[in-house]
């Protein structure tokens, strides 16, 4: 009799979870995260396609109901910024941590926290990682231009970190494909 084998679907990681999680988990989203960032270089950036994503962002965080912050920058210019229904004033706070994260490293804050977890611990464990100026959790990401580099950073808050950041990944799938 021949036995079949049965292949169970490993677990995503989850960056907000307190336990021990499988390496292979972590490297995987690392390598998920990588992959986003080398995929969604745009053409240009400007003010108006900062207001585009900002709209586009509205729209899918009031169709789903999501309690979010929206928040898009260049530098410490303020290019768009909303607080829709049951955000709080602590995810300004948030935006503004994982945005210098993402500016400070040119790589999404989630992907920044992530790479401070190989090997174990978290950067946060780390002395010289100052929380109070950052904060590697995920919802922000950067805007790149092609041949130019990293241009803004679009931040969300409000949500579990992962659901943050996936928010803003298909915000600039979505804006991505229709600046084509």
Do not use: M, Y
């Given at each position: 009799m021949m036995h079949e084998t049965i292949r169970v679907p490993e677990a995503d990681f989850d960056?907000?979870?307190?336990d021990e999680q499988p390496?292979?988990?972590?490297?995987?989203l690392i390598q998920r995260l990588e992959y986003e960032v080398d995929a969604l270089h745009l053409n240009s950036f400007s003010q108006a396609d900062a207001l585009a994503?900002?709209?586009?962002?509205?729209?899918l965080a009031t169709q789903r109901n999501l309690p979010v912050a929206i928040d898009?920058?260049?530098?410490?210019?303020i290019l768009f910024h909303v607080s829709l229904p049951g955000a709080t004033p602590d995810n300004d706070i948030w935006i503004q941590r994982k945005?210098?994260?993402?500016e400070r490293y040119a790589e999404p804050s989630l992907l920044v926290?992530?790479?401070?977890?190989?090997?174990?611990g978290r950067l946060e464990d780390n002395g010289w990682f100052d929380q109070t100026r950052f904060a590697s959790h995920g919802g922000?990401?950067?805007i790149y231009v092609k041949d130019t580099g990293h241009v803004a950073t679009a931040t969300v808050s409000g949500l579990p970190q992962k659901a943050d950041h996936d928010l803003v990944v298909e915000a600039l799938t979505t804006f991505r494909g229709l600046s084509r």
């Open positions: 960056p907000d979870s307190p390496v292979a988990a972590l490297q995987s994503l900002g709209l586009l962002l509205i729209e898009i920058r260049r530098n410490s210019h945005s210098s994260t993402t926290g992530l790479k401070g977890r190989l090997g174990g922000a990401f950067p």
